[in-house]
């Protein structure tokens, strides 16, 4: 099943709790940076699935999404490592808060169809992943990807911790959140994880950046410290 961006996904998630400004807030429906006027954090639903992050996509153009996959599990069964781009040609759509957007998702051999996707105020970057993810974990583990997508969405509901942080764009620093789960942890079918029931999923945004997803990186480690996955995606910044 894949992932639905909002409607259908934000619906099950928490709707984000009201923030107070000592200035103009953003428009409504779009998280705001972290600032000490705020009270307290939005939720995950907010910034990830409510929030309309193409908003600051230029149509016309282009946003790369470096991707990363390696893994050090015996006998390789995520596959080789790769390192390739997912890339958005950004379209103008029929709303002035929603794009059009053209997909190219990895190259050669590796290419996966994906979109187009029409209308999008959200950022399709978070699904797309997600729906790559899943589908790996899901058969290594022989697993249902619709229990591991649900685990993910509770999670993401009801375990995420939201901080502040700072983001690195364009030569300075901007505010920034960053969003992290550990939705295995305490799950009923721990004992079929093969020891990734730690992996923790963090998601970086910045309303400063196009598209504002800034990275996403699902992640487990054995106790020792070994690489059991590594999966991260980041916004390529280009010079100029």
């Not at 808060?97 to 590796?110: C, H, W």
Request: glycine fraction near 8%; aromatic fraction near 6%; hydrophobic fraction near 40%.
């Amino acid at each position: 099943m894949k992932f639905l961006m909002c409607p259908a996904l934000a619906l099950a998630l928490a709707a984000a709790p009201a923030l107070a400004q000592e200035t103009p807030g953003p428009a409504p429906g779009q998280a705001p940076a972290p600032t000490k006027a705020n009270v307290s954090a939005p939720t995950a639903a907010d910034l990830l699935f409510e929030a309309p992050q193409m908003r600051n996509a230029a149509p016309g153009s282009t946003i790369t999404y470096d991707y990363l996959r390696r893994s050090g599990i015996s006998k390789g069964p995520f596959g080789p490592p790769l390192n390739d781009t997912i890339t958005f040609t950004v379209e103008p759509a029929k709303d002035a808060d929603a794009r059009t957007i053209r997909v190219v998702m990895f190259s050669g051999m590796n290419r996966v169809p994906a979109g187009p996707f029409e209308d999008m105020p959200g950022n399709p970057i978070i699904s797309l992943f997600l729906e790559n993810h899943l589908r790996g974990l899901a058969r290594v583990l022989e697993a249902n990807p619709r229990y591991l997508k649900n685990a993910i969405r509770k999670g993401l509901r009801d375990k995420a911790v939201v901080t502040p942080t700072k983001v690195s764009f364009q030569g300075r620093e901007v505010d920034g959140w960053r969003v992290e789960t550990k939705p295995f942890e305490g799950d009923s079918m721990t004992q079929r994880m093969r020891g990734m029931e730690n992996m923790t999923y963090t998601f970086v945004t910045s309303p400063s950046v196009p598209g504002e997803v800034v990275s996403i990186e699902a992640q487990s480690k054995t106790p020792e410290g070994g690489e059991l996955l590594e999966e991260k995606l980041s916004y390529e910044q280009k010079a100029g």
